[in-house]
C-alpha cells in the first residue's frame, strides 16, 4: 500500500513498537464479514514523526511521539500510522520505545477516570479511598501509580492470584483484597470505585461498598440491565470512562489528551511512576499479534505486553 499522506491536524508516524489491550480483540470479534475490507487493529504506539500536516502546530519531524490513537481510524499495526497530533504526546526521554508504548491507552484510561469522570481532586480528597476491580492489568496498573502518587488516594487493589496480588503492591497499592463478587463484610466503605473487570458482575455488589455521595467508575460495557435506583439513597453516581470519546466525537477539549500524555511523560523522567510494560513478545507480525490477542483473553494478564516493528 503508498505511504500516507499527512494533511490537517495529522502527523505521519513510523511506529517503531506497539502495544496490545482487550479493544484489540473486541473489534476484531466484531467482524462477521470474511469479504470485509481488512481492518488495521492496534491502539497504542511509540514512534516518530516522519511527517506533518499542513494544520499542526505541537510536533515537528523528528520527534519521538506516543499515543492511542482514535477507534474510528487505522489502527497501529502497521509500519505508518496517521494520527491527529491533538491526541499524541511527547515520549518519556528516559524510555525506549517498548517501554513507552506500553503507556498511552491505559494512562489516558486512567487519568480520564479518576480526574475528568470521578473528578478527584488531590487538594480537596487527599486521603480519600479508591478500590479498584481488577487492577492487576494494564489501566489499573497505571491508576495505581496516579492515584498514589497524583491524586494522594487509600488504594484498595482487588487481584486474585499471588502474581497479580504483589503485581498491585509493587505498583503502590495500599491494600490488595480478593475480587468482592459479595459484599465482604469487613470492608470499610470506598469513596470511589473504579470498575475495570465485569461491570455485571460487579454492579450490585459495587452499590453497597460505593460511601455515601461516592462514585463509581467502569470502563467494561455491560450486556445486562441494572437497577439505577440502588444508588439513590447515598445519592452516589454511576459514570462511564471510554478514551476513545474525545477523538470519536472531537470534542473541544480534545486536545486535554495531547496534555496529559506529556504530564504522564513528564512524571515518568522524574521517576514518579513508571511503565507498566512487563513483556516484549518479539516483533510486530500477525502471528504475534494472534498469540497476545489469545493471552489477553484469557483475562489473567498482568501489566502491559508489546511488540517491536
Known amino acids: ?17 506497539v502495544s496490545v489491550n482487550p479493544i484489540d480483540y473486541k473489534i476484531r470479534q466484531q ?6 475490507e481488512p481492518r488495521v487493529l492496534g491502539w497504542d504506539a511509540a514512534g516518530i514523526v516522519e511527517a506533518v500536516g499542513e494544520s499542526t502546530s505541537l510536533f515537528k519531524i523528528g ?3 506516543f499515543y492511542a490513537g482514535d477507534i474510528t481510524r487505522s489502527g497501529s499495526n502497521a509500519d505508518y500510522q496517521l494520527v491527529d497530533e491533538r491526541i499524541v504526546g511527547f515520549m518519556p526521554s528516559s524510555l525506549d520505545f517498548d517501554a513507552a508504548a506500553a503507556l498511552p491507552l491505559t494512562s489516558i484510561t486512567a487519568w480520564e477516570a479518576l480526574f475528568d469522570r470521578l473528578k478527584i481532586n488531590p487538594e480537596t480528597d487527599a486521603g480519600k479511598r479508591l478500590l479498584i ?14 492515584a498514589k502518587k497524583i491524586a494522594k488516594l487509600q488504594v484498595v487493589a482487588t487481584a486474585s492470584r499471588a502474581e497479580s496480588r504483589q503485581w498491585c503492591l509493587d505498583m503502590g497499592a495500599d491494600e490488595v483484597i480478593d475480587h468482592p463478587k459479595t459484599m465482604p463484610t469487613d470492608f470499610v466503605e470506598a469513596d470511589y470505585i473504579l470498575c475495570l473487570n465485569d461491570t455485571d458482575a460487579y454492579f450490585k455488589v459495587m452499590t453497597e461498598l460505593v460511601a455515601p455521595q461516592g462514585m463509581i467508575c467502569s470502563v ?3 450486556t445486562e440491565n441494572h437497577d439505577i435506583d440502588l444508588l439513590k439513597m447515598k445519592s452516589a453516581g454511576f459514570v462511564w470512562e471510554l478514551m476513545f470519546t474525545r477523538s470519536l466525537f472531537k470534542t473541544a477539549d480534545m ?3 495531547h496534555r496529559l500524555l506529556n504530564k504522564v511523560s513528564t512524571l515518568i523522567d522524574a521517576g514518579e511512576i513508571r511503565t507498566t510494560l512487563t513483556k516484549n513478545h ?10 497476545l490477542h489469545a493471552q489477553l483473553e484469557t483475562g ?10
Not at 500500500?1 to 513498537?17: I, R, S, T
Not at 467482524?31 to 470485509?36: L, S, T, V
Not at 501489566?303 to 517491536?308: H, I, Q, Y
Request: proline share 5%.
Open 300 to 309: 489473567s494478564s498482568i501489566g502491559k505486553f508489546v511488540l517491536t516493528n
Open 31 to 36: 467482524i462477521n464479514d470474511p469479504k470485509a
Open 282 to 291: 518479539g516483533k510486530l507480525s500477525a502471528k504475534n499479534i494472534a498469540e
Open 133 to 146: 476491580i481488577g487492577a492487576a492489568g494494564g489501566v489499573g496498573s497505571i491508576a495505581i501509580q496516579l
Open 1 to 17: 500500500q503508498p505511504q500516507p499522506q499527512a494533511e490537517g491536524h495529522d502527523l505521519l508516524v513510523k511506529v517503531e513498537a
Open 63 to 65: 520527534d519521538r511521539v
Open 220 to 222: 467494561v460495557a455491560t
Open 255 to 257: 486536545t486535554q489528551q
